[in-house]
């Protein structure tokens, strides 16, 4: 089975903090992402990486950055958190190989920012 | 332009009933992935399905069934006698053959309440 997990499923922050978000996969999967969920927004992609230390920007990426330094591992930072980042963030990987854009989530992580 | 649309927000349902998500998409490419995704009160996004666009046969997994319609641009999902356990939202999302990072464009969501 896909395992993908994330370091906190609930998160307390204040802001101006720097935050950190992990994802770890254990299927050598060399697609990560992260997405953030909103009521009535759905699930908007922020960033992801298709390979170790290669990022590309999603539809939100601002306020955010990310980590690929080993191929398991995708972080995501808040460089200095603000209220408008509370909100669930999800991670997600996939395979360059057969049903390539085939992903699989992690459980979430329930970040609040006061 | 949102490319997945799912225009039922919520849906409640009393259980045994058989209940249709719809989702609408668009996109200029002909190869493409469709998707359905639950979420849970839990949280995390369980993987129900993928469709290539080449293939418009109907899928039928237990009382999961999807019906794909290219000429309506529609991937719809119907349960089958609904369960408290089908209780959840439910994503429909699109990968586009042209996006070289295999992102996926999800709908917003319909929410289903299964009742007793």
């Known amino acids: 089975d896909v395992k993908v997990t994330q370091s906190s499923r609930y998160l307390v922050k204040r802001t101006g903090e720097k935050v950190f978000l992990e994802c770890v996969q254990d299927?050598?999967?060399?697609?990560m992402f992260w997405y953030r969920q909103d009521p009535g927004l759905g699930l908007r992609l922020i960033y992801f990486?298709?390979?170790?230390?290669?990022?590309e920007k999603g539809d939100i990426p601002e306020g955010y950055s990310v980590s690929r330094e080993k191929k398991e591992r995708f972080s995501l930072i808040l460089e200095s958190a603000s209220t408008n980042q509370t909100s669930m963030y999800l991670c997600a990987s996939s395979s360059r190989t057969g049903a390539t854009d085939t992903q699989y989530f992690g459980p979430g992580t329930r970040l609040t920012v006061l | 332009a949102q490319k997945v649309t799912q225009a039922q927000t919520e849906i409640s349902v009393v259980e045994k009933e058989d209940v249709t998500l719809d989702c609408v998409y668009e996109t200029r490419d002909t190869t493409y992935y469709l998707f359905w995704y639950k979420q849970p009160p839990s949280g995390e996004l369980v993987f129900l399905i993928r469709r290539n666009s080449f293939d418009e046969q109907n899928e039928i997994s237990g009382r999961y069934s999807w019906n794909f319609q290219k000429s309506t641009s529609s991937f719809n999902f119907t349960i089958t006698a609904s369960q408290v356990v089908d209780s959840a939202v439910y994503f429909c999302a699109l990968s586009e053959g042209s996006n070289s990072g295999y992102a996926l464009n999800f709908g917003k969501g319909t929410s289903l309440l299964v009742t007793p």
């Open positions: 990486s298709y390979d170790v230390k290669m990022k």
């Open positions: 299927m050598d999967h060399e697609n």
